[in-house]
């Protein structure tokens, strides 16, 4: 069995017959709402289809939490869980998400105050490595909609199209990077959340590392958001 992993990112995931034991997937997990359900719509259909999940620490604020929350899920999934370290990429974070300043101003931060140059592009190449070494044919990551129209280019299926044309060139097995959820609002993606019962209390989306979500930042609303269109309001604590 394997993914069908054709040029469209978005293309859905199949079964199909091609004389291989199963499909392989490597998931970037950053413990997210999204990644968590991009990584559930690919189990929900092929299950035991991911070889490996991959949280990256690049001295964000959220680091700790983000891997406490992705290595919680992993666990929840029977997934194997790495965490890869990308020191030299802290030195780009930017104030917003540098743990070294003041998080009080995340309430107004906007896409250009917490962009990380180049992060996702970083992230994907990384995690095909690791899918070629795996034999995995794709890389599953929590791309959303929203931010691919809110200043967020690498969430848009556009990128995802020119990454897969390049990957063609650099991964001998040819290596796919997918979004299940790319095409989704982060309402939808919240309804989805609730079909295929993701453990939301694992979850953390934040980008402060309070012992719960804060609440405030663009990220945390955008969660509500998703949380309040799937009734699930009462899944997660919020310190405001």
């Known amino acids: 069995m394997t993914l069908d992993t054709s040029l469209h990112p978005e ?11 199963m499909a392989r997937a490597v998931v970037v997990l950053s413990g997210g709402l999204d990644s968590t359900v ?6 929900n259909h092929l299950p035991a289809s991911v070889a490996l999940a991959i949280t990256f620490d690049y001295g964000q604020r959220a680091a700790l939490r983000e891997i406490d929350a992705a290595s919680a899920i992993a666990k929840h ?12 990429l802290s030195t780009l974070v930017p104030a917003d998400l540098n743990p070294e300043t003041s998080s009080a101003g995340l309430s107004s931060a906007t896409a250009d ?7 996702n592009g970083v992230f994907l190449n990384i995690a095909a490595s690791y899918a070629e070494m795996l034999d995995a044919q794709a890389v599953i990551f929590g791309a959303n909609l929203e931010e691919a129209e809110a200043g967020f280019p690498d969430n848009s299926e556009m990128y995802r ?30 309804q989805r959340a ?15 590392q309070g012992k719960v979500h804060c609440g405030l930042c663009p990220s945390c609303q955008l969660l509500k958001k998703a ?12 310190a405001q």
């Open 38 to 43: 991009a990584m559930a719509e690919i189990l």
């Open 11 to 21: 293309a859905p995931l199949q079964a199909v017959p091609n004389g291989r034991a």
């Open 113 to 119: 105050s917490v962009w990380v140059p180049n992060r």
């Open 227 to 238: 949380l309040s269109a799937a009734n699930l309001t009462t899944c997660l604590p919020f």
């Open 161 to 190: 199209i020119r990454l897969n044309t390049a990957l063609d060139l650099s991964t001998r097995n040819k290596v796919r990077v997918m979004a299940p959820v790319g095409h989704l609002t982060k309402s939808q993606i919240g």
């Open 77 to 88: 999934y029977g997934i194997a869980h790495r965490v890869v370290s990308l020191p030299w």
């Open 194 to 208: 609730a079909e295929l019962n993701i453990p939301l209390h694992l979850v953390w989306s934040c980008y402060d």
